[in-house]
Every structure is written in structure tokens, then in C-alpha cells.
């Protein structure tokens, strides 16, 4: 006679017996975080594949492989952002280990809930932990929304369809404003509605502007100033909105749109102005406070440069465009680096058989331009080594000479395309050569040459301004080619931005032995 139905069925699962569990957890390779990590991830996989566990046993043992998780996956986020991003194997690993963790550990909450939702059994026995359930789940998405912006998007549909429904569901039971301790030894309390918000407000920080290491500093402070963040059903004193019907990104508001069931609004409010503050304390000081670093040990420059980036990202005035962008089609050629524009621009000799050193370039498509800058597409299996603030050359299929650009924004589209924004520091790059004035007075048969200089650097320029007898037209680069060539220490580059000034300095206004002679 069958009397499981007594007791309920037996669920054949290592993870079910709380006992087993725990000592299961006690073997993990605390030494080896990747290891450790994989284990946990396939634990939870085949926790969320089992069907039959209770409610509360299954949220016991969920929250039982998340702190036994919470060092590992510390360790592996740090190994992942200080990675040279050359070690491609190596970060595919590190990445594919982390986003798949998070995902699994959403899964497994989300899974709780949707099984609280349809009144299975264990229900009631953990009544008074779906808030921190739902809390949990939504900074879990939070965090698989930060990985995949690390590799630039695109962020996958379901992570906003699930952010919008778990928000809907607390909504709805009443719980969005629960302060709620989400784990053990956390200092400060959270809500379910905060942790909607750390994940919209993310997404809303033009984080395709951000580098990895920046873009982490970023995810961090956005946790720290949460508090202040406002959420309403009105558009009045918000500057951006979420359609929790849509499985889409929030988006800033640039004209006012009618209220709607389905949208939230909202803004930094408070935590712009604490973040506001806390950038002019830093500027005052040259200190960063403890409690503003973030718990990463990040260098100030970087800080700093990523609460600049949010003050702007969060106002309610944006920075506009300095030039109109235009939709257009057509083809730029690409060099990446320093050695390889200089290499570029003034090739090697053509008795140079070493063709490994030749410079290697790429052809991007641009689909729109401005004054300033192109959107580009990059093609399949090109720009493997592309970065924000990456140094590129630049020619367009209409110019004869090369020009320079910094690599300024990174997004992946919903069809896998590679997107980049290139912001133009110059409209013609020259290749110079670099003497001090020693070398050239010790040549008695050198010709008298006329030297340009370098200013120092303005705070209102990306680039270096030259001033100086610079050559443009080809008659007249011919004549200075047919000197006699000095001796020279090093190459540079001068890059002639639309902002320059042409005319010569004074001396006094120049670096004495930053004297250029134009080769």
C-alpha cells in the first residue's frame, strides 16, 4: 500500500535533506572561487529542474548556496575587471562563470515566488519572507543587468520583462515599500521598490559610455545612493520612465508623456544632490572619503571621473550635441593605436622587408556623422580589440588625410551588431619627429629650421593645439621633405583640431625643450 501521501512524496535530490545540504556546502574548494562557483551554479540548475520540494525548504536551500556563494563570486568579479582584456579564453571563462551564476540564483527566487503565487505547499511558511524573496531576485537580475553590460549588451528581454513583473507583484501585495534587512549583516535596509530602482537607474547611467572597471565603480555607487532615488506614477520632477508592460530599457523623457497604468517614473532627486555634494567635497579635499570609495579600493582618478560621468547622466539637463548628427551611409578605414597611426602616417621605408610591422587596418560602416564624430557599425570578427578610450585613426572614403578619434561609446544591438561612437579630436593628424634644441645647433651643416612648440596643455581641449610653421599643402610638405634630417630622439603626432590656433607662440608661452622640428 502506497502512504507517501502521508507524509508527502520524498524528493530524490542531494539538496533536499537540509542536513546534506549543509555538509555538501562545508567540501566546496573555498581556495579554487571558479570551482567553487561552478558547483554552486550546477547546484542550483538541478534545484530549479526538481520538481516537488516545498516552498520553504526549496527558499532554505537557495539561501543556503547564496552566502556559501557571496566570497567565491567577490573573487571572480575582481579576477574578471583586473583581466587584460587580450586574455580573451580567460574572460569568456570568468564572464560565462559569473552571469551564469546570477542567472541561476534569479531562476531559483523567482521560482519561490511562482510557486508562492500558485499556492503550493510551504506557502505560508514563508508568508513573511517574500519581500526579502522578491528583493533578492530583482538585485539578482540587477546583477546579470550589470554583466552583460560589461560586455556592452545587449542586455536579453527577459532580465526587463522579469524586472517589471516581480516590481508589479510587490506593487501589487502591498510590500514595494517593506524595509527589509535582504541579508544578514547588511548595514542598511533596502526595499523591494530601491531595488527596482538600483536596476532602472543603472540601465539609465549611459553605461555604454563607461569602461568595465569604471562601469562596476558605477553599478556600486548607484547602490549607495538609492535611498535618495524618487519613484512616482507622475512625470512631474523625472527624468526618465519604465514601462513595466514593455520588456524594454528605460528611457529619458524628453517630452512629457501622458500618464499611464503601466509607466514609472523617475529621478536621482536626493541622490543627485547628495552625489553633487559629495563630488565638490572632493574636489575641495583631493580626497576620497571611505565611505565614497565604494568598498573597491579604486584609484581617485577613476572615482572621480565616474561621479562626473553620473552627475551628467542623472541631471535633468543632459549635455546636448555640439554639431547635428546625420543619418548617412558609407565606409571609414580604421587604425587602432598610437604605433600603428604613427606607422600610418609616415610608413617604413620600402626596402623594409619586415612585413610584420606593417600597420593593420579595418573598415567600419558609418550610419550616421556629425561635426564631430561617426556612429559605426564594426563587422563580425573585426575590432577585437576595441575599448573606451581606445586611440584610433581615422579616414573617411571622401579625404586624403587621416585623422584621429578616441572610442567614446560601446553598444551591442538585439541583432548581435557591434556599435561604437568615435568623437573626432582632430581633422588632420601630421607625423613630426621630436629633437631638442642641443641636436640641432650640433649639426653645422644643418639647415636652419624653423621649430614649432607645444603650448601646454589647455583645460578646455581633448587634444594637444600645435603652433608652428605646419605644412598642409603638398608643395609645400615636399620642400620640407627634401631638408636635411637631424638626428631625432622620438615620434610624435600633431593633431590640428578645429579649436587650434595656427599662428605662432610666443616664446616665453613654450616649453623649452619640447621643440619640434617638422621632418
Not at 546583477?143 to 560589461?150: G, M, P
Not at 520632477?237 to 514593455?246: I, S
Not at 550635441?321 to 571609414?332: F, L, Y
Request: some cysteine; aromatic content about 6%; overall charge positive.
Amino acid at each position: 500500500m502506497d502512504l507517501t501521501w502521508i507524509g508527502g512524496r520524498k524528493v530524490d535530490h542531494p539538496l533536499a535533506d537540509a542536513r546534506h545540504a549543509r555538509d555538501l556546502v562545508s567540501t566546496l574548494p573555498l581556495g579554487d572561487p571558479a570551482t567553487a562557483l561552478r558547483q554552486i551554479t550546477e547546484w542550483l540548475e538541478s534545484l530549479n529542474q526538481t520538481e516537488g520540494l516545498k516552498i520553504n525548504r526549496r527558499f532554505e536551500t537557495v539561501d543556503l548556496l547564496d552566502g556559501a556563494a557571496n566570497g567565491p563570486q567577490k573573487k571572480l568579479s575582481h579576477d574578471y575587471l583586473f583581466t587584460p582584456r587580450e586574455q580573451k579564453y580567460h574572460e569568456n571563462r570568468l564572464w560565462n562563470a559569473a552571469y551564469g551564476y546570477w542567472k541561476e540564483l534569479g531562476d531559483a527566487y523567482n521560482l519561490c515566488i511562482s510557486e508562492y503565487e500558485s499556492g503550493s505547499s510551504g506557502t505560508t511558511a514563508i508568508r513573511r519572507s517574500l519581500p526579502v524573496i522578491v528583493a533578492r531576485a530583482l538585485r539578482a537580475l540587477t546583477l546579470q543587468l550589470k554583466w552583460e553590460l560589461l560586455r556592452y549588451g545587449p542586455v536579453e528581454r527577459r532580465i526587463w520583462s522579469e524586472i517589471a513583473r516581480l516590481y508589479r507583484l510587490a506593487e501589487q501585495a502591498g510590500m514595494a515599500d517593506s524595509a527589509i534587512a535582504i541579508y544578514p549583516g547588511e548595514h542598511e535596509l533596502t526595499t523591494p521598490q530601491r531595488e527596482f530602482l538600483k536596476a532602472v537607474v543603472l540601465a539609465a547611467s549611459s553605461p555604454d559610455g563607461l569602461p568595465p572597471l569604471r562601469l562596476e565603480i558605477a553599478e556600486r555607487a548607484v547602490a549607495h545612493f538609492a535611498h535618495g532615488f524618487r519613484l512616482s506614477t507622475r512625470p512631474e520632477g523625472c527624468t526618465h520612465c519604465f514601462d513595466l508592460a514593455l520588456s524594454k530599457p528605460p528611457v529619458r523623457l524628453l517630452k512629457g508623456p501622458n500618464p499611464a497604468e503601466t509607466l514609472r517614473f523617475f529621478a536621482a532627486s536626493e541622490g543627485l544632490a547628495e552625489l553633487g555634494r559629495l563630488t565638490a567635497r572632493i574636489s575641495q579635499s583631493g580626497v576620497i572619503p571611505a565611505e565614497a570609495n565604494f568598498d573597491g579600493g579604486h584609484e581617485k582618478e577613476a572615482v572621480t571621473a565616474v561621479l562626473n560621468h553620473l552627475v551628467q547622466a542623472w541631471s535633468d539637463q543632459p549635455p546636448t550635441r555640439s554639431a547635428e548628427r546625420r543619418q548617412t551611409a558609407g565606409c571609414i578605414t580604421v587604425v587602432p593605436g598610437l604605433n600603428e597611426i604613427l606607422d600610418t602616417l609616415e610608413p617604413r621605408s620600402e626596402d623594409d622587408l619586415d612585413f610584420s610591422c606593417q600597420p593593420s587596418t579595418e573598415s567600419w560602416i558609418v550610419d550616421n556623422a556629425s561635426d564631430y564624430g561617426y556612429g559605426a557599425i564594426i563587422p563580425a570578427r573585426k575590432g577585437s580589440w576595441i575599448r573606451i578610450g581606445a586611440l584610433i585613426g581615422v579616414k573617411n572614403e571622401t579625404s586624403e588625410y587621416w585623422t584621429i578619434g578616441l572610442i567614446r561609446r560601446i553598444a551591442c544591438d538585439e541583432y548581435r551588431q557591434r556599435r561604437v561612437g568615435i568623437q573626432l579630436l582632430a581633422r588632420i593628424a601630421i607625423p613630426i619627429k621630436i629633437a631638442s634644441e642641443i641636436q640641432i645647433q650640433a649639426s653645422p651643416h644643418q639647415r636652419p629650421v624653423k621649430p614649432a612648440a607645444i603650448p601646454p596643455p589647455s583645460r578646455t581641449s581633448s587634444a594637444i593645439p600645435i603652433a608652428g610653421p605646419l605644412c598642409r599643402d603638398k608643395s609645400s610638405r615636399a620642400r620640407m621633405a627634401s631638408r636635411p634630417r637631424c638626428r631625432f630622439s622620438s615620434r610624435v603626432m600633431a593633431v590640428v583640431p578645429p579649436w587650434a590656433s595656427m599662428k605662432p607662440m610666443a616664446p616665453s608661452t613654450c616649453r623649452k625643450t619640447s621643440h619640434l622640428c617638422i621632418a
